[in-house]
């Protein structure tokens, strides 16, 4: 009985860090205040899907501007900043007076 409740607890301890790595290699946002928040990035996402956008500038907690997408679902995904289609989305969420 204690070898399954241990094999359980390995399996569940597996999937979490699965889930954790996945999440990371999706663009999602990574939360600490004194680093940078975005890992990886994602080259776009459509226009459509976007509630907000939240541009950080670079500063002490990170030398590289920060793009982060809160999509209608709830999810966070951090854009490139340099791709023309986020170059895009920021000006048209700028200008709908969207953005936070």
């Known amino acids: ?5 241990s094999w359980l607890l390995r399996v569940a301890l597996l999937l ?3 889930v954790d790595a996945c999440r990371r290699a999706a663009g999602a946002p990574v939360v ?3 680093r ?12 459509k899907n976007i509630q907000s956008v939240k541009v950080t500038s670079p500063g002490p907690h990170c030398a590289q501007t ?3 997408a809160t999509l209608k679902n709830g999810q966070e995904a ?11 989305i920021i000006h048209k969420m700028l200008n709908n007076g969207n953005s936070s």
Request: overall charge neutral; glycine content about 2%; aromatic content about 0%.
């Open 66 to 68: 920060e793009v982060i």
């Open 1 to 5: 009985m204690a070898r399954t409740a």
């Open 16 to 18: 979490l860090l699965l």
């Open 78 to 88: 951090c854009l490139n900043p340099e791709a023309p289609l986020v170059k895009k």
């Open 36 to 47: 940078c928040q975005c890992l990886q990035t994602v080259q776009g996402i459509h226009l």
């Open 32 to 34: 600490s205040e004194l």
